[in-house]
């Protein structure tokens, strides 16, 4: 069974990403060529059906020209957003342990 969060968070990246593509003017097409990957593939990480490694994320990234630092601050600023997936919660406390 999947991790509603998880697949939460995930979907976040996957929203950013395709906002970065069309920032960029770029089809999927286009994409999938400068990646030397078949159409499906964009079309797969759009949807959050396809997770990217670390290595593969900033192959897209650079194909795009966008900088992976500045990307994963947008991915942690929209994860820390009240209401949005990834918002992280205060555990317990643990004073008096």
Do not use: C, T, W
């Not at 990234?61 to 992976?68: N, P, S, Y």
């Amino acid at each position: 069974m999947k991790d509603k969060k998880y697949s939460q968070d995930l979907r976040v990246i996957s929203d950013l990403l395709m906002e970065e593509r069309k920032k960029a003017g770029v089809f999927q097409e286009d994409l999938a060529e400068m990646l030397a990957k078949p159409q499906s593939f964009v079309s797969r990480v759009e949807a959050g059906k396809r997770r990217l490694d670390i290595v593969e994320l900033r192959r897209v990234l650079d194909a795009l020209g966008v900088d992976f630092m500045e990307f994963m601050a947008q991915v942690d600023a929209a994860l820390k957003k009240p209401g949005k997936a990834g918002k992280r919660r205060k555990g317990p406390s643990r004073k008096g342990k």
